[in-house]
């Protein structure tokens, strides 16, 4: 089992920027392939960025691409994101997820075995 916990969501305006970062207690986060997604209310859960177990690789989604960071630090067990030039449609529920699968599916919704709560994260125009 994994226990994930978000933090770092919060209110900024446009073109700020957050840090969200997601702790992870119970099996050693390196074991997983990790990935932060986003809701809106009355819409699907999206992708917005994957890590591979080593931190070598990354994936973004294209409306993403450019302005955020994923990152891990396995010794401290915690994946970050970093969001920059951030614009009113980021607003969101963020949330990290970790899955055992191949990194190949790692943008799939359905590929993560592991859910935080979610953080949330307002930006205003």
């Known amino acids: 089992q994994v226990q994930l916990v978000e933090s770092g969501g919060g209110l900024v305006q446009a073109g700020g920027s957050l840090r969200l970062s997601c702790a992870a207690s119970?099996?050693?986060?390196?074991?997983?392939?990790m990935g932060w997604f986003r809701q809106v209310p009355g819409k699907e859960r999206e992708f917005v960025a994957t890590i591979n177990r080593s931190g070598g690789i990354t994936k973004y989604a294209d409306s993403v691409k450019g302005r955020f960071t994923i990152s891990r630090d396995n010794a401290k067990n915690t994946v970050y994101l970093q969001m920059n030039s951030l614009k009113p449609e980021d607003t969101a529920v963020y949330y990290c997820g970790a899955s055992a699968r191949l990194f190949i599916d790692s943008a799939l919704l359905d590929a993560y075995n592991y859910w935080g709560q979610g953080t949330q994260v307002t930006v205003s125009s």
């Open positions: 119970g099996r050693t986060l390196s074991t997983y392939a």
